[in-house]
């Protein structure tokens, strides 16, 4: 199976026999047909069926990953009928020329009027061309006449031995060749993109060196269970996703998510299949089996996602189903009113009428969608995102509104420390050694804040003894014989400390979207660390490459409480706030906005916005790579945590228009000329099928442009 045409006759060979079409779902990338029945149906009967539609079938293979192994003919023997045509082609006009005497007799008078005298040894080499070139044809266009659905393989079946009738030999093995040549060179885009996609299973090594007791050993990938230890050395692949344990590194992992920089590496880090170590050495422990790797859900998801129809290929799917069947009676009346109402020479007219079906063969317009769509798969997902079916490819193009979740996706989802206001003499340093000592072995995501920001300040936490945490509170110890506390405002009121002037400050410090963790002891209140969550670095620059390409309105919708809110949204530059909402609010903050904009994307963690990514135009999945169910979730999934792949997305969304809108019209203006060209007497089938192998070889060109899509700005 290698174009979108071929689908379109396995829906209606086996669709019947399964169920209806819609238990049917094809991935053309790895040439993969899956079937859920309804109803029991045997192997074997599944096989008649494709056999029927002049197509062969064999029970998919998964082992190892590879999916098919593909005999020398099923890789080769399109290219290399293909090329016997090509040759015969040839020889049949040089053994002309030879038994006729010379090139200007075998033209004759009427150009390439080769048809008429040809000797019999021309003819069968003729007529072993258009065999070569027709052997793909022939069965598909059979099925076309059982099946009363005419397509191109019939057009082009009924132009070749409507010339071989009326003595066109050369003509005819012309138009096969031809034919045959365009449908190789969609096999070959197809192919082109497949090998990108396919490229990425290169990426993982196939054995992965285990460390065991007595000394690293190598074994097959696949057979890595999760939780085994291995070792990864400067300049090698990582060939399973896991958690660094010893070792620090930078780490490429532009594979994964398209990051131009590698990424720092130290214990305690996520790393992912696929991604080159740096200059140092890892030890590393796998959290994944070789088949859950997030590389291998990319490969998945990228598969699958060509079988998805996007709207231009639906459409023009549609609108072939009607435009054959009406070239084919248009032919057949410009074959029978001129010679009937007008007194027009039949052999004229009926081969005018071959013409207008050669130059009716709809290949350069039905391949010039499927081909731009995988094309467009394959790029976004070698930038890290990852598209989740050729129907999503068009819609980031027509975005109006993007509603950003606050946490995790404007910011970094971390708390930092931003402010340290020591009190009662104290000094900063002070209130960092006690707040760190106490926190040293509390998980909270503030605890390790704070415990983090003292050893990048280097200030030394002080040993705390009798450590005791008090749930949604604080923690207490004691530090050099001493109590001391940690904690929120609430629990500062509850110890009665709190004087009008430290009221004053909290306030003042939570107004401005703070995080307030207070520091006391028995006696007084020793200082205040202000945390806050921090915007992402390229937020607000890709806010503004949003609205340049075209977005007209941003939104932030947050649980969190408005203050804070708003002092994220002063430093992003976001249009709109909507804040303290549930899971239930940013799904009517959706709809809301869904009514006015038409085309709204909603940006997420992919898990706890899940709802309000379901009801929006377009779902996206922030930094997807550590998270399958961020993956499984959205529409798209930018791999890292990179604001900049939005813009990049929303572009390279719209040269994929741009380019499925130009192959579409310049199909249909080339075929409106040679209509013209051919009542006029002016075009011939030779070069109406050279004009249609020109457009498609265009068309496919123009769609691999794609593959060199820009990376996004990091």
């Keep these: 199976m290698d174009c979108a045409e071929e689908v379109t006759l396995l829906k209606k060979s086996v669709g019947p026999i399964v169920g209806g079409e819609e238990r049917l779902a094809f991935d053309i990338l790895n040439a993969k047909m899956i079937v859920s029945p309804g109803q029991p149906v045997s192997r074997e009967f599944i096989e008649q069926a494709v056999r029927s539609a002049g197509l062969r079938a064999e029970p998919w293979r998964d082992a190892d990953g590879e999916g098919r192994a593909e005999r020398f003919w099923d890789r080769r023997g399109r290219t290399l009928l293909t090329i016997a045509s090509g040759v015969l082609l040839i020889g049949g006009f040089l053994v002309h020329v030879a038994f006729v ?6 033209l004759g008078s009427e150009g390439l009027g080769l048809g008429h005298g040809v000797p019999l040894v ?4 003729y007529g072993a ?4 070139g027709g052997w793909f044809v022939g069965p598909k266009a059979w099925f076309a006449v059982k099946a009363l659905r005419p397509d191109m393989n019939l057009l082009m079946l009924v132009a070749v031995v409507g010339a071989v009738g009326i003595g066109e030999w050369f003509e005819a093995a012309t138009v096969s060749f031809l034919f045959a040549l365009s449908l190789t060179l969609e096999t070959w885009s197809i192919g082109r993109a497949r090998r990108a996609i396919g490229a990425l299973v290169a990426l993982v090594p196939p054995v992965v060196r285990l460390i065991t007791e007595a000394a690293p050993r190598e074994v097959p990938a696949g057979e890595v269970i999760p939780g085994s230890l291995f070792l990864v050395k400067p300049g090698e692949r990582i060939p399973l996703d896991g958690q660094v344990l010893h070792g620090t590194s930078d780490v490429n992992q532009a594979p994964i998510t398209g990051e131009s920089v590698p990424a720092s590496k130290s214990p305690g ?8 170590n740096g200059d140092g050495v890892l030890e590393i422990r796998s959290t994944k089996k070789a088949s859950d790797t997030t590389l291998a859900h990319i490969i998945r998801m990228v598969g699958e996602a060509s079988s998805r129809r996007a709207p231009s290929e639906r459409w023009v799917e549609r609108f072939a189903r009607v435009y054959t069947p009406a070239v084919m009676a248009t032919a057949v009346l410009v074959f029978l009113i001129p010679p009937l109402v007008f007194q027009g020479g039949w052999s004229v007219w009926f081969y005018r009428s071959l013409v207008l079906l050669v130059i009716g063969c709809p290949c350069a317009l039905v391949i010039s969608t499927p081909v731009t769509i995988v094309a467009s798969l394959a790029a976004s997902a070698r930038n890290g995102v990852l598209v989740k079916g050729g129907d999503h490819v068009e819609s980031p193009a027509r975005i109006a509104a993007v509603a950003f ?5 404007l910011t970094r989802g971390q708390p930092e420390v931003t402010e340290l206001v020591a009190l009662n003499g104290h000094t900063d340093a002070e209130l960092l050694a006690r707040a760190a000592g106490i926190e040293a072995h509390n998980n909270h995501p503030i605890g390790r804040a704070i415990a983090g920001y003292a050893k990048r300040r280097e200030v030394t936490a002080l040993s705390a003894d009798d450590v005791q945490m008090i749930q949604g509170k604080g923690a207490t110890g ?8 940690v904690g929120s405002h609430r629990f500062l009121e509850e110890r009665q400390q709190e004087t009008p002037e430290v009221h004053q400050r909290l306030e003042a410090m939570s107004g401005a979207g703070q995080t307030v963790v207070v520091v006391g002891n028995d006696r007084h209140v020793c200082g205040f660390i202000g945390l806050a969550d921090t915007v992402r670095p390229e937020a607000a620059s890709a806010l503004r490459s949003l609205r340049a390409a075209g977005v007209r309105h941003i939104v932030m919708l947050t649980g969190d409480n408005r203050g804070t809110a708003e002092v994220i949204a002063a430093k992003t530059g976001v249009d709109e706030i909507l804040a303290e909402l549930l899971p239930a609010d940013k799904v009517t903050a959706i709809e809301s906005l869904v009514a006015k904009y038409k085309t709204v994307a909603m940006v ?5 916005d899940a709802p309000a990514m379901a009801r929006a135009s377009v779902g996206i999945a922030m930094g997807a790579a550590g998270s399958d169910a961020a993956i499984e979730t959205a529409d798209i999934a930018l791999m890292s945590d990179d604001l900049s792949k939005l813009p990049w997305l929303v572009l390279h969304s719209r040269r994929t228009l741009t380019i499925i809108r130009q192959n579409i019209w310049l199909s249909l203006c080339v075929k409106t000329l040679f209509v013209v060209l051919t009542f006029a007497g002016f075009a011939s089938l030779w070069s109406a099928i050279a004009a249609d192998m020109g457009i ?3 068309v496919i060109t123009n769609a691999l442009r794609l593959l060199r899509a820009e990376p996004a700005a990091v």
């Excluded at 005497?101 to 075998?106: N, P, R």
């Excluded at 021309?122 to 080499?125: A, F, G, K, P």
């Excluded at 061309?129 to 070569?132: F, M, S």
């Excluded at 997420?604 to 706890?608: A, R, T």
């Design 696 to 698: 498609s070889l265009l």
């Design 122 to 125: 021309v003819r069968i080499v």
């Design 129 to 132: 061309g258009i065999l070569a």
């Design 101 to 106: 005497g010379g090139l200007v007799a075998a």
């Design 604 to 608: 997420g963690d992919g898990v706890n």
């Design 269 to 276: 880090a996520e790393v992912f299949a696929g991604t080159i």
């Design 478 to 485: 004691r530090i050099g014989g001493q109590s001391y506390w």
């Design 405 to 409: 979740d606050k946490t995790g996706t």
